[in-house]
């Protein structure tokens, strides 16, 4: 689980931007949403920066509860600077749930993978890139992928789904 947690933080700490607009939020979310086309993925996509929404869309086969995931995730990750996956790990890893480390309604919350934190480096967490509609560990790396693309980083480590310690 160490690793799994190192490894996440290590992909925080490397995909930050210079500068982040309306732009850069079409160019990833076109990305997933062209991938998600062409392997038929079920999902909802949406990138908020400062609480304003600059890209979303959901799949036909995407479904409403995806929205509700989408704005519990997001609203994890602006609360508490880290990806939706990581935190869900973190608590896993204490053997707490959310309620009782940071005593809030789980209801509003959702501590699972797919809501990754768009970091501006020397500013930090200005908005979110969250995808909803596969298993946890898919919708993070999807997400991932996305910002490896537009930052040109190369894919130095497998997906995280394939680096879990369980």
């Known amino acids: 689980m160490d690793r799994l947690l190192s490894e996440l933080l290590r992909q925080e700490d490397d995909l930050q931007f210079n500068a982040f607009d309306s732009f850069s939020a079409w160019r990833v979310g076109s990305w997933i949403v062209k991938k998600a086309r062409k392997e038929g993925l079920p999902i909802a996509v949406d990138i908020t920066v400062s609480g304003r929404c600059l890209f979303h ?66 500013t930090g967490v200005v908005g979110t890139v969250t995808v909803s509609g596969l298993k946890q560990e898919d919708d993070h790396d999807l997400v991932v992928q996305s910002l490896r693309w537009i930052l040109r980083k190369p894919h130095e480590t497998p997906p995280v789904i394939a680096t879990r310690d369980e």
């Open 57 to 122: 869309w959901s799949a036909n086969q995407a479904s409403v509860d995806n929205e509700a995931w989408i704005e519990r995730k997001r609203k994890s990750v602006m609360r508490f600077g880290h990806s939706s996956l990581y935190l869900g790990r973190f608590l896993a890893a204490q053997g707490k749930s959310a309620a009782q480390k940071y005593y809030v309604d789980e209801s509003e919350y959702a501590f699972h993978g797919g809501s990754f934190p768009l970091r501006l480096r020397g």
